[in-house]
């Protein structure tokens, strides 16, 4: 079954710049979308289409693709963004959706 | 303002069943694709399954083939997931989840409900 890879954990000081990396197959052919989900909560998407950032989302979050690669970049860290980063897609037929195994960003 | 509400989680036996309903509004429900979603404790989160809009076409992830089955009745703007031959790694918080009108990702989600499977 299809997969998608992302790092376990990744940390950063405040006012770092934070990257969360996605690998995938089918990532040159599917959209790439990044959930932020904080403790008890439901996931909330940050960032769709790959680098579409949906409205009331800061601008310090951006997402682009390359290849079979998508990445989330956050500029300016704060303590607010610490949460689980799961990236999300579906696979080459489009009908089995998939998320990767999710980051825990760490702002400290 | 949308709105998904779950309900009809709670503690079964290993073996058992269980149902999930999912209560929307705020839009046109029969509109839209819906899903489940799940996250076990302390895990990460797991795709359960789709349902188009006219549940012509109806997709499960691989583990839970055979076993679930989603339905939604439009006429009652309601999701439903019906699951079977519960095991204990079937514990989880279930999400109910709203395909986006443009791609296949989810917009709105529930606040999902807990199924614990235990002896």
């Known amino acids: 079954s299809y997969e998608l890879t992302q790092p376990p954990s990744v940390s950063v000081s405040p006012g770092q710049t934070a990257r969360i990396t996605c690998s995938g197959d089918?990532?040159?052919?599917?959209?790439a979308f990044w959930y932020q989900q904080k403790s008890g909560q439901a996931p909330v998407v940050v960032i769709s289409?790959?680098?579409k950032r949906p409205s009331g989302i800061p601008e310090r979050f951006s997402g682009s693709s390359s290849g079979t690669m998508a990445t989330l970049t956050i500029s300016g860290a704060q303590m607010e963004d610490e949460a689980d980063y799961y990236c999300?897609?579906?696979?080459?037929?489009?009908?089995?959706?998939?998320f990767g195994g999710g980051t825990k960003l760490t702002v400290l | 303002e949308v709105q998904l509400v779950e309900s009809g989680g709670g503690l079964v036996k290993p073996g058992g069943s269980l149902r999930l309903s999912c209560a929307a509004s705020g839009f046109t429900f029969s509109s839209h694709s819906m899903n489940w979603v799940r996250q076990a404790p302390g895990k990460g989160l797991e795709w359960v399954s789709s349902i188009s809009s006219s549940s012509t076409y109806i997709y499960y992830a691989d583990s839970m083939k055979g076993r679930f089955t989603i339905s939604r009745d439009n006429a009652k703007n309601s999701l439903y997931l019906q699951m079977n031959g519960l095991r204990a790694e079937d514990t989880a918080v279930y999400y109910c989840?709203?395909?986006?009108?443009?791609?296949?990702?989810?917009?709105?989600w529930g606040q999902g409900t807990q199924v614990t499977v235990s002896s």
């Open positions: 089918a990532l040159p052919k599917k959209y």
């Open positions: 289409e790959d680098k």
């Open positions: 989840a709203r395909d986006s009108s443009q791609f296949d990702f989810f917009d709105y």
């Open positions: 999300y897609s579906t696979d080459s037929s489009g009908n089995h959706r998939v």
